[in-house]
Antibody
Framework: EVHLVESGGVVVQPGGSLRLSCAASGFTFDDYAMHWVRQVPGKGLEWVSLIAWDGGRTYYADSVKGRFTVSRDNNKNTLYLQMNSLRDDDTALYYC?????????????WGQGTLVTVSS | DIQMTQSPSSVSASVGDRVTITCRASQDISRWLAWYQQKPGKAPQLLIYAASSLQSGVPSRFSGSGSGTEFTLTITSLQPEDFATYYCQQANNFPPFAFGGGTKVEIK
């Protein structure tokens, strides 16, 4: 059974940094691209970032480009999101999401999310 | 960037009703579209991918159709567990992978 468990969400001041982690199990981690998707409580979904199976390609939403960095350690079956220069509007629940199949970018498994609150 | 527009933003329906939700893309995305269901306090779940393919384990009362710029999600015979918020997502042209704004299906 696929499990994705996010961690690292805390309250951080504007301008601060944070690293989120996602521990994956129940599937061959290095066979799949992975994503981060966020959701402001009570609002809609926003895709944040994609990383290819081998970490060789990464993509970002314009809202986080230049501030966030996605990475993965396939030996540890773990996905990361380094978040720098955090702003109030980065406050959200951050989901770790697995790609359904190579190259089609549908999101078939989601973690339960980790809450990031940016506030002074 | 491709924008996804869902309608209606909310719908009130009764158990047993047929519900249809529409998603429009700002440009042709062929059949690169998915639908998700999200219940309060839970992560979204994939229902439909490639516009009309049912994800494993999803009840057959859910169906998807469409191509190009207009898509629909239909729930035939709405069940109590189907009251939730539904999102569409385009997977054709990225970044970004845009989601629609969501449609909340409420109990009438």
């Amino acid at each position: 059974e696929v499990h994705l468990v996010e961690s690292g969400g805390v309250v951080v001041q504007p301008g601060g940094s944070l690293r989120l982690s996602c521990a994956a199990s129940g599937f061959t981690f290095d066979d799949y691209a992975m994503h981060w998707v966020r959701q402001v409580p009570g609002k809609g979904l926003e895709w944040v970032s994609l990383i290819a199976w081998d970490g060789g390609r990464t993509y970002y939403a314009d809202s986080v480009k230049g501030r966030f960095t996605v990475s993965r350690d396939n030996n540890k079956n773990t996905l990361y999101l380094q978040m720098n220069s955090l702003r109030d509007d980065d406050t959200a629940l951050y989901y770790c999401v697995k790609d359904k199949n190579a190259g089609n970018y549908y999101f078939d498994y989601w973690g339960q999310g980790t809450l990031v609150t940016v506030s002074s | 960037d491709i924008q996804m527009t869902q309608s209606p933003s909310s719908v009130s329906a009764s158990v047993g009703d047929r519900v249809t939700i529409t998603c429009r893309a700002s440009q042709d995305i062929s059949r690169w579209l998915a639908w998700y269901q999200q219940k309060p306090g839970k992560a979204p779940q994939l229902l439909i991918y490639a516009a009309s393919s049912l994800q494993s384990g999803v009840p057959s009362r859910f169906s998807g159709s469409g191509s190009g710029t207009e898509f629909t999600l239909t729930i035939t015979s709405l069940q109590p567990e189907d009251f939730a918020t539904y999102y569409c997502q385009q997977a054709n042209n990225f970044p970004p992978f845009a989601f629609g704004g969501g449609t909340k299906v409420e109990i009438k």
